[in-house]
């Protein structure tokens, strides 16, 4: 079956930078929408970016211009490069899939990023932000 998993994470300084991947078996990253999503503690669970079936990103105003997502078809991985991180930014971050193109062609972003347009996932790792 469809399998994601997530590495990368850890403890990090704020200011500092960290990068995520995500494999994916059984799936292919490079036609499909593929997201990032975060989870801090006591909170619901956050759509951060998103790329589509062309490599364009979308992101959440939260991470724009700090968090970069790409695909790699050739390793057929997801990344996630943080930089300038914040100690908001600490949590439980998990990559997504979804079983169509359909939330990659919707306009408004919370439809975009939201958890239920996305079937498969990672179990998630860890990203602590200290000050």
């Known amino acids: 079956q469809v399998r994601l998993e997530e590495s990368g994470g850890g403890s990090v300084q704020a200011g500092g930078s960290t990068r995520l991947a995500c494999v994916f078996t059984?799936?292919?990253?490079?036609?499909?929408?593929v997201a990032w999503f975060r989870q801090a503690p006591g909170k619901g669970r956050e759509g951060i970016a998103m790329?589509?079936?062309?490599?364009?990103?979308t992101y959440a105003d939260s991470v724009k211009g700090r968090f970069t997502i790409s695909k790699e078809s050739a390793n057929n991985t997801l990344d996630l490069q943080m930089n300038s991180l914040k100690p908001e930014d600490t949590g439980v971050y998990f990559c997504?899939?979804?079983?169509?193109?359909?939330?990659?062609?919707?306009?408004?972003?919370?439809?975009?990023?939201?958890?239920?347009?996305?079937?498969?996932w990672g179990q998630g790792t860890q990203v602590t932000v200290s000050s």
């Open positions: 790329i589509d079936g062309e490599y364009r990103p």
């Open positions: 059984k799936y292919t990253v490079r036609a499909a929408c």
């Open positions: 997504a899939a979804s079983s169509g193109p359909r939330p990659c062609t919707w306009r408004e972003l919370s439809r975009i990023l939201s958890p239920s347009s996305y079937t498969y």
